[in-house]
């Protein structure tokens, strides 16, 4: 099997790429790649545990942990208490933070667009189409 016919090779190729070019533009507005999906998946949904956060992000507890603290220094997140656990926390976004997603989303929708650009409409729906029916089998 040839590299460029090799499903991990393509995926791996790929968002190596992806990730360079959005952590170029997140520069602009002093974040980097890692805090991405953290920030992300806070603007789906904001007030779930770290540990929910790590599982949603892919990413180890510790490692989270880390990410936060990064985002609470920036002034991006606050953590509360849960009541019923001491050790549990629910992270939420400030305003400045909520004041992001839309810049941040337009950046990651411009790279999204510059590497899609090669392919037809039906043909862009089919790959985001595919991709997703493959990561929902990992699930």
Known sequence: MK???HLGYLV???NVTLQHELD???KRYQLDIKLWPVLFTLWQEEGITQ?????RCDVANYTMTRLLDQLQVLGYITRHQEADNRRAFKIFLTDDAKALEQDLVY??????QKYLASL?????QALIALLT???RSLD
């Open 3 to 5: 590299r460029y016919e």
């Open 24 to 26: 170029e533009r997140l």
């Open 12 to 14: 791996s190729h790929l």
């Open 51 to 55: 540990t929910e956060l790590s599982k």
């Open 107 to 112: 950046e990651a929708e411009k790279v999204n």
């Open 133 to 135: 029916k493959v990561n």
């Open 120 to 124: 037809s409409e039906d043909e862009r």
